[in-house]
């Protein structure tokens, strides 16, 4: 899912509306955690593919939710564990069994991606939207698995 490259948690992809979508400024309204709003770029590829989604595969309903239920009644998703349960379901078909399955995941691969290409834990923690930088600490530990796999042994110590 092409939302999940700007860190959106399971609710706020389940909450979001059609007027959440500023197509002129290229924006999304992310209404995050404790009311918080966000406006976050909307890459270009996420927006072809929202449009796509809009124009052909999302039924006609009344709902400003951008994200309904395929079958009937037509509505928004009643909760964000929702997103859980579609992510659980692809990773199933897919054949993957990663330890957690939730939509979570998806944020936690996004830092991961983020970190091995070189963003800094600063900057990883402000497109997730992270209040504190503490909260943001636990992918240094993957950077860390990542160095010792490339480390050099020390100078005469056996390896």
């Excluded at 490259?5 to 209404?31: C, F, M, N, Q, Y």
């Excluded at 070189?118 to 992918?139: D, K, M």
Aim: aromatic share 4%; proline share 6%; hydrophobic share 45%.
């Amino acid at each position: 899912m092409l939302l999940a490259r700007l860190g959106l948690r399971g609710g706020e992809v389940s909450a979001l509306t059609l007027d959440d979508l500023d197509w002129d400024r290229g924006e999304i309204v992310v209404h995050g955690k404790g009311q918080r709003l966000a406006r976050l770029p909307l890459p270009a590829d996420a927006g072809a593919a929202l449009v796509g989604y809009l124009r052909q595969d999302r039924p006609a309903c009344s709902t400003r939710r951008v994200f309904i239920r395929i079958k009937a009644p037509r509505r928004g998703f009643v909760s964000p564990s929702t997103i859980c349960c579609i992510v659980h379901r692809a990773l199933k078909r897919a054949g993957l069994t990663p330890a957690f399955k939730g939509a979570h995941l998806l944020r936690h691969s996004l830092a991961t991606d983020l970190l091995r290409r070189g963003a800094s834990l600063v900057e990883i923690g402000q497109l997730l939207r992270h209040s504190q930088p503490n909260t943001t600490q636990i992918y240094a530990k993957v950077g860390i698995a990542a160095l010792r796999a490339i480390a050099l042994p020390w100078p005469g110590v056996a390896s």
